[in-house]
């Protein structure tokens, strides 16, 4: 099993700053790769930021140029800083987690946290 908490969401104006972090603990070892999403109320999920165990990096066209995903081994922790925030941003942001086992990968989904950014 693997636990994700995420941190950091909050209310910013447009133009701002944010980073989130999210922690991961339990079976990390067999972890891929690790990655957020976000939800917009009404909308579906849809994937922001990966990264690989190596340390590949893979972003949504529409957020490359603002988005930064990083991670820290030591610490067992991925962070997302979020630049230039727009409105349409706002979202829930949930912090995910893909594990292999034998053939299988498994998902695993933290709590997510509400990014809101204002006009």
């Known amino acids: 099993q693997v636990q994700l908490v995420e941190s950091g969401g909050g209310f910013v104006q447009a133009g701002g700053s944010l980073r989130l972090s999210c922690a991961a603990s339990?079976?990390?070892?067999?972890?891929?790769?690790m990655g957020w999403y976000r939800q917009a109320l009404g909308k579906q999920r849809e994937s922001v930021a990966s990264?690989?165990?190596?340390?590949?990096?893979n972003y949504a066209d529409s957020m490359k140029d603002r988005f930064t995903i990083s991670r820290d081994n030591a610490k067992n922790t991925v962070y997302l800083q979020m630049n230039s925030l727009k409105p349409e941003d706002t979202a829930v942001y949930y912090c995910?987690?893909?594990?292999?086992?034998?053939?299988?990968?498994?998902?695993?989904w933290g709590q997510g946290t509400q990014v809101t950014v204002s006009s």
């Open positions: 995910n987690a893909k594990r292999s086992r034998g053939w299988s990968m498994y998902d695993y």
């Open positions: 339990g079976s990390i070892g067999s972890i891929k790769v």
């Open positions: 990264i690989t165990s190596g340390g590949s990096t």
